[in-house]
């Protein structure tokens, strides 16, 4: 893909990732830390234009279309690589880490693609290779979730290339720009599907909880920064503007938020808040203005570093005790207070409390919203973010650092700070996250557009205080009501979980049923009558001709010394029964052959 | 040091709980008699404390819809996908 000395970040990776199995002993670390870092220094040497164009078929693809949206999206994923490669350097299995950079790889295919076909080639990689981040975990249900993960997505991947196809059939153009959102044809929202089902709006998102909860430590912090982000940028790429993304937004906003506080578990409660905060993203490229694109980016950006996170300080506490539900968890303070700072850092940043990324980036989405007259949509957004630090903020650090303790003697002997390099990326990730709160150029010159945004006024900081300290007020008076319970929570996953077992039921009932049918008639009832058929047919036949004459003669016909029963006697053992019966079946099959023809 | 901060902050907690609710009532009494409103969006926000009472009721809202919405079946017991 070298095109005016252009190099892919992807293919670094990709290439790094067919080479790692291949290299051992102490080279192997340092070579992990390295593939991601050369990924990030391509994507900051970038300039922007169209590179990696090649004809293909009746087609030019193209690989590197080069653009400050693609490139803020770029610099982001690529520099979560290099933090998830550092908190994963303990993993043994080189596949792993192999999977995770391909998955990336796809991640920025994705973003850098031109055109719809290699937007969907990178789209489909990517799916099949964070499969692998839920599978190696090893347990059962792990193999499950990943199977159903990968039957999702490829139904997703169906309905967008369905969408793709017929759009090319309409247009005769495969580039990837912005659609018509003003009038949506078929293909259209056949691509929209496509695209948010990987965004995971709700009734398409069950997937995202599901596989999360079960991938390994370290896949989870891949997993929650790309699928979800990717499916943002290709919102923002082509359906900026289109009104059905506000009130899908907002749904999502809220929807995570409620399934949150019924969720036991810590990395599928995180699951459902990325579920939530991918809401506002949605809502802004719904929303579609300067400000509300600037916003979506701005937010995805702060995202991956705050749920990555987040994601990395509960996943510290798997990684150490084995265990992720609060029911099992409690009072860790004094045993992992590292990874407790870092988890609330993250925490405070997703729920966007001033000098954190998210006040700079969430408040901007809701503030396009206001500017936009768009009340009900901001309003509710609002209610959404106290719900997000009502549970990432308050709950997850509440119930795993304080609260009942509710740990084993196991667990609480193997809990402690976790090892040097996961301390370090956590770390990183702090550090990025009270940065981008604080320096506000950092992220906002990396914006797509030019669109101003002012978020340290007295107003804003006053408003966003207040929300958040009588959220935290509601929290500690209504503590009880919040004590997790050891409980899972049915979401649309029920549909294809028990749906599907229904549907194995009665398939297998039903074939049961069938075969047991089709025994009786076509294995027995059948074949008896056609013997009984061919053995008689021809008797019958005769008396039929001959037994009007054997009444006008007179003879005793029916009874033990009957002509009719000698008759049938002597047609049974002659062989001129074989004969007749040979006769008999030619005749019956020429006349089917008669009609048949 | 971190550890040091916590015991601290703990072995105070009657006093860290007083400092809280000043802080709360500071808080909106700068809402109420000194913030410019002028930046408001709608004119609910010009009500003193408007914010203070919308997380609060926010939270409370949160917490009980999502409890009443998992008492109508959608919370089952662990084992409910292996049955």
């Given amino acids: 893909m070298i095109n005016n000395l252009w190099l892919h970040p992807g293919l670094i990776l990709m290439a790094g990732a067919l080479a790692l199995p291949l290299v051992k002993g102490r080279l192997f670390r340092p070579y992990l830390l390295l593939v991601p870092l050369l990924a990030f220094g391509a994507v900051m040497m970038m300039p922007q234009g169209m590179y990696g164009v090649f004809p293909f078929l009746e087609w030019d693809l193209t690989f590197g279309r080069v653009d400050r949206l693609s490139l803020v999206f770029a610099y982001i994923m690529t520099l979560m690589c290099i933090i998830g490669t550092l908190y994963g350097l303990h993993v043994e299995n080189p596949f792993e880490m192999a999977a995770a950079w391909i998955y990336v790889a796809g991640s920025l295919g994705v973003i850098f693609a031109g055109d719809f076909l290699v937007l969907f080639l990178f789209w489909e990689v990517m799916a099949f290779s964070s499969v692998f981040l839920v599978w190696f975990r090893r347990r059962p249900e792990s193999v499950w979730a990943g199977f159903r993960y990968l039957l999702v997505h490829a139904a997703g991947g169906m309905v967008l290339l369905a969408g793709i196809v017929l759009l090319y059939h309409a247009t005769g153009d495969l580039g990837f720009h912005q659609l018509d959102v003003s009038r949506p044809t078929l293909p259209v929202y056949l691509i929209l599907i496509g695209f948010i089902l990987n965004a995971a709006v709700p009734p398409l998102h069950a997937w995202l909880p599901d596989a999360y909860g079960e991938a390994t430590v370290s896949g989870a912090v891949f997993m929650c920064a790309f699928t979800t982000k990717t499916a943002v940028y290709a919102l923002a790429r082509g359906f900026a503007g289109m009104e059905i993304l506000i009130p899908l937004g907002v749904v999502m906003a809220l929807y995570g938020v409620v399934y949150a506080v019924l969720e036991n578990d810590a990395r599928r409660l995180l699951a459902y808040h990325i579920i939530s905060q991918v809401g506002y993203m949605v809502a802004g490229v719904g929303i579609g203005t300067e400000l509300a694109i600037n916003g979506a980016c701005a937010h995805a950006f702060a995202h991956i570093l705050y749920k990555g996170l987040l994601f990395m300080g509960v996943g510290s506490v798997l990684y150490m005790t084995g265990k992720s539900r609060f029911t099992d968890l409690g009072g860790l303070y004094s045993r992992m207070p590292r990874a407790f700072v870092f988890t609330l850092i993250g925490g405070l940043s997703i729920s966007a409390f001033p000098l954190f990324s998210g006040f700079v980036s969430k408040s901007m989405i809701v503030a396009a919203g206001f500017d936009d007259h768009l009340y009900w949509a901001a309003f509710l957004l609002t209610l959404a973010s106290a719900g997000t630090f009502l549970h990432t903020g308050l709950k997850v650090p509440y119930f795993i650092w304080f609260g009942k303790n509710n740990c084993t003697k196991d667990t609480w002997e193997k809990a402690e700070d976790p090892p040097v390099h996961m301390q370090l990326a956590m770390g990183i990730a702090a550090f990025l996250c009270i940065f981008i709160g604080v320096y506000t150029p950092y992220l906002y010159d990396m914006l797509p557009y030019a669109a101003v945004y002012k978020p340290y006024t007295a107003y804003h900081v006053t408003e966003s205080l207040q929300i958040l300290l009588f959220t935290a007020l509601g929290f500690f008076v209504f503590l009880k009501k919040l004590t997790p319970k050891p409980v899972i929570s049915l979401d649309m996953d029920w549909f294809y979980r028990k749906g599907g077992r229904v549907f194995l039921l009665g398939a297998q009932k039903g074939m049961d049923y069938l075969s047991a049918r089709a025994h009786q008639y076509l294995g027995q009832a059948l074949p008896r009558r056609l013997n009984k058929f061919s053995q008689s047919g021809p008797a019958r036949l005769s008396l039929l001709l001959i037994r009007p004459l054997w009444y006008l003669t007179g003879v005793p016909v029916k009874g033990p010394e009957g002509v009719e029963k000698r008759f049938t006697d002597t047609f049974n053992q002659s062989l001129f029964s074989i004969g007749s019966s040979a006769v008999f079946i030619i005749l019956v099959l020429m006349v089917l052959l008669f009609f048949v023809t | ?83």
């Fill in chain 2, 1 to 83: 040091m971190i550890l040091d901060l916590i015991e601290f902050l703990r072995q105070r907690l009657k006093r860290v709980i007083l400092v809280s609710c000043v802080i709360l009532a500071l808080l909106v009494g700068f809402d109420a008699l000194l913030l410019d409103k002028g930046r408001a969006h709608t004119a609910a926000e010009h009500l003193p404390g408007f914010w203070a009472v919308f997380g609060f009721v926010s939270c409370v809202v949160i917490i009980f819809v999502s409890k009443w919405f998992g008492k109508l079946g959608i919370t089952r017991q662990e084992d409910y996908y292996d049955q």
